[in-house]
């Protein structure tokens, strides 16, 4: 079993940086048998992927919109992924969700895709806001 919990969420002015943190809990489980993602959600929008990491870390994925300014890392020592943010715009405002999913990564890998049905374990969220 794996519970997630993120942390790092802020107010942070256009150009910022944000480093937000997601610690599984494990219970009769291996942090690294999942692969791990992050997901955001707008006030009125639906959820969308923003990056995903495989298993070992060796592999990752990044929607268009934050490719080149997202930096996903996992440390499975530590039962921790990372998003590292920078450049941050108003558009990246939203409630950051990590998720975690043992089957999901050839999906994304191979067809680029990140479905919220694809990942059946998520954190509470944390709230970003980007002011301009």
């Known amino acids: 079993q794996i519970q997630l919990a993120e942390s790092g969420g802020d107010l942070v002015q256009a150009g910022g940086s944000l480093r937000l943190s997601c610690t599984a809990s494990m219970t009769g489980d291996n942090f690294n048998n999942y692969a791990v993602a992050w997901f955001r959600q707008a006030p009125g929008k639906a959820r969308e992927g923003v990056s995903c990491?495989?298993?070992?870390?060796?592999?990752?994925y990044y929607a268009d919109s934050v490719k080149g300014r997202f930096t996903i890392s996992r440390d499975n020592a530590k039962n921790t992924v990372l998003l590292q943010m920078n450049d941050l715009e108003a558009e990246d405002t939203a409630i950051y969700y990590c998720?975690?999913?043992?089957?999901?990564?050839?999906?994304?890998?191979?067809?680029?895709?990140?479905?919220?049905?694809?990942?059946?374990?998520w954190g509470q969220g944390t709230q970003v806001t980007v002011t301009s």
């Open positions: 998720a975690a999913s043992r089957f999901a990564w050839n999906n994304v890998q191979y067809l680029g895709l990140m479905d919220t049905s694809d990942f059946p374990h």
């Open positions: 990491i495989n298993w070992s870390g060796r592999s990752t």
